[in-house]
């Protein structure tokens, strides 16, 4: 009789301060914590999760996000500032990851308890897929608990094959437009919550997150939870209501 060990499973958090819409934001403050931070501590509470990894850019720019990573006892890679599906390949090789969770380092809602039912999925798919994600086939939470899983092997064929630049900065896009080479595997939620924005790009994303760490005054809370601080208050969705999430094509 065999045992099966589970796959040594990686997060990577895609993160830099060069931002085009609000410069420096993964470093703004959230109830007295960088935001950076904030995403870190809710990553790490996921179980399924062997290792936790900053993955920034060698660009002088961010050496203030690996001095905080080597100060809070962070795993840092430095790569690539616009090639970031090689930052991600480096990142996972260096870590030996044989399961790669990417998180955007701009979603301090991002909920642990997705995070495993992502990976989870993903592991007990029968026939075995190549990628799980929440966003495909169709987004049904919330923008910003968005969490893509995918093996070693898969982020080794976009790594090879991908040629477009533009794609390459976004990981997985040569997946996204080659769907009959991969087994996709879409994680839905049971009601649509898509027209709810909850990342960071701009200062009225800020705002509203702002306003949901400043009422619980830590990061511990569920996506649940601010749900339902949500309906209590949904003046509060009128505030980044009106932003346009960037069409990657």
């Known amino acids: 009789m065999t045992h099966w060990t589970r796959p040594r499973t990686v997060a990577i958090l895609q ?3 060069g931002s085009t819409r609000l410069p420096g934001k993964v470093l703004l403050d959230l109830a007295g914590e960088p935001m950076i931070a904030r995403v870190v501590n809710r990553v790490r509470r996921a179980q399924a999760l062997d290792e936790v990894v900053i993955a920034t850019t060698t660009e002088p720019a961010d050496d203030a996000l690996a001095a905080l990573s080597a100060a809070r006892g962070w795993r840092c890679f ?13 990142t996972a090789l260096e870590h030996g990851a044989e399961l790669v969770v990417r998180i955007c380092s701009d979603c301090p809602l ?11 999925e993903l592991l007990h798919c029968c026939p075995r897929a190549d990628y799980a ?12 608990l968005d969490v893509e899983a995918f093996w070693l092997e898969t982020l080794q064929v976009l790594w090879r094959e991908d040629k477009n630049p533009d794609w ?4 997985t896009q040569y997946l996204r437009h080659h769907p009959e080479r991969f087994a996709i595997h879409g994680v839905l939620n049971d ?7 909850w990342t960071v790009d701009t200062p009225e994303d800020y705002g509203l997150v702002r ?5 619980f005054g830590h990061d511990r809370f569920s996506w649940q939870e601010v749900l339902k601080l949500l309906e209590e208050n949904p003046q509060w969705l009128e505030i980044n209501r009106h932003v346009q999430q960037k069409v990657v094509r």
């Open 15 to 17: 993160a830099r301060l």
């Open 78 to 90: 430095r790569g690539s500032q616009d090639d970031v599906l090689d930052r991600y390949y480096r």
């Open 110 to 120: 991002i909920e642990p308890e997705i995070i495993d039912r992502v990976v989870r």
């Open 133 to 144: 994600c929440n966003a495909l086939p169709r987004r049904t939470y919330p923008l910003g």
């Open 168 to 171: 390459r900065e976004h990981v």
């Open 191 to 197: 009601r649509d919550l898509s027209a709810m924005r």
């Open 211 to 215: 306003r949901i760490y400043g009422a």
